[in-house]
């Protein structure tokens, strides 16, 4: 069974930076498009960036573009978000999620499946 | 961007109930459209991909429809683990979206 394990969340002043880590226990991390997803604390769901199989591109959300940097390292099974200039609205809970991708009726569909337990990130002073 | 919009927000029903959710898309996303199943403290799930196909292991009463902007997620008759909150998700293109939720409360 697949699992990504988050960890690197915590407190962090305005303006700070924090990394986060996710480990994938399985044995196909290399294969797979990875994402990043936050959640406010009593929010909803927001994407906010992901990295292709071979880390050779990536995408971000427009609110943390310039700020945060999406990386993994396939042969440590890990994918990082580096978060730099942190702000009070990025408190959130933020997942790693795997980009699930399977072909239906001739088209390619994707969605997150399996998604970490999360981990908190807190920016305040 | 596109836009996800959910509704309702909030529904309650009580368990046996047949529920429908309804997720609108600012824009034509064939069938790109994604169904997620949220419990508290916990990641979400996914249900439904591709509009309409049940992942696997997720119990029948769960069902999706729709293509272009306009889908429904329909639980047939809803049992006391379905108590939860439901997102929409678009995966037609980036930035990826979701809609805002849908919290299920029991009546």
């Known amino acids: 069974e697949v699992q990504l394990v988050e960890s690197g969340g915590g407190l962090v002043q305005p303006g700070g930076s924090l990394r986060l880590s996710c480990v994938d226990s399985g044995f196909t991390f290399s294969r797979y498009w990875m994402h990043w997803v936050r959640q406010a604390p009593g929010k909803g769901l927001v994407w906010v960036t992901r990295?292709?199989?071979?880390?050779?591109?990536?995408s971000y959300a427009d609110s943390v573009k310039g700020r945060f940097t999406i990386s993994r390292d396939n042969a440590k099974n890990t994918l990082y978000l580096q978060m730099n200039s942190l702000r009070a609205e990025d408190t959130a809970v933020y997942y790693c999620t795997r980009g699930a991708t399977t072909m239906v009726r001739g088209v390619y569909h994707n969605w997150f499946d399996p998604w970490g337990q999360g981990t908190l990130v807190t920016v305040s002073s | 961007d596109i836009q996800m919009t959910q509704s309702p927000s909030s529904l309650s029903a009580s368990v046996g109930d047949r529920v429908t959710i309804t997720c609108r898309a600012s824009?034509?996303?064939?069938?790109?459209l994604n169904w997620y199943q949220q419990k508290p403290g916990k990641a979400p799930k996914v249900l439904i991909y591709?509009?309409?196909s049940l992942q696997s292991g997720v119990p029948s009463r769960f069902s999706g429809s729709g293509s272009g902007t306009d889908f429904t997620l329909t639980i047939s008759s809803l049992q006391p683990e379905d108590f939860a909150t439901y997102y929409c998700?678009?995966?037609?293109?980036?930035?990826?979206?979701f809609g805002q939720g849908t919290r299920l409360e029991i009546k």
């Open positions: 824009q034509s996303i064939s069938n790109y």
């Open positions: 990295i292709n199989n071979d880390g050779s591109s990536t």
């Open positions: 998700q678009q995966s037609y293109s980036t930035p990826i979206t």
């Open positions: 591709g509009a309409t």
